[in-house]
Nanobody, 119 residues
Framework: QVQLVESGGGLVQPGGSLTLSCAAS????????LGWYRQAPGKQRELVAT???????NYEDSVKGRFTISKDNAKPTVYLQMNSLKPEDTAVYYC?????????????WGQGTQVTVSS
């Protein structure tokens, strides 16, 4: 199993910045997709951003131009740099990895980290 440990959440004022980190317990040698999800109170969990093993990225429309997903293959760690934060970004953020196997895929989740954007 791959363990994912998140850090970097906290309280920030609107317009501020935070960077979330998600450290994996081991390197992944096969194809994979890393993602950041978030869940706000009373809302469904939503996908925020993804990055593949070939470093292709995708973003949810509301965070385009403000958030950047990246990864460090050596550590290995996935990051979410969040700029120009808005109150509606307040949520618990979870990292996720989906790993391709020969006939299926496996999925692992981080424990979540709270991001609160408030004045």
């Amino acid at each position: 199993q791959v363990q994912l440990v998140e850090s970097g959440g906290g309280l920030v004022q609107p317009g501020g910045s935070l960077t979330l980190s998600c450290a994996a317990s081991e390197s992944i040698v096969s194809s994979y997709v890393l993602g950041w999800y978030r869940q706000a109170p009373g809302k469904q969990r939503e996908l925020v951003a993804t990055i593949t093993s070939t470093t292709n990225t995708n973003y949810e429309d509301s965070v385009k131009g403000r958030f950047t997903i990246s990864k460090d293959n050596a550590k290995p760690t996935v990051y979410l740099q969040m700029n120009s934060l808005k109150p509606e970004d307040t949520a618990v953020y979870y990292c996720n990895v989906k790993i391709r196997q020969i006939w299926n895929m496996v999925e692992y989740w981080g424990q979540g980290t709270q991001v609160t954007v408030s004045s």
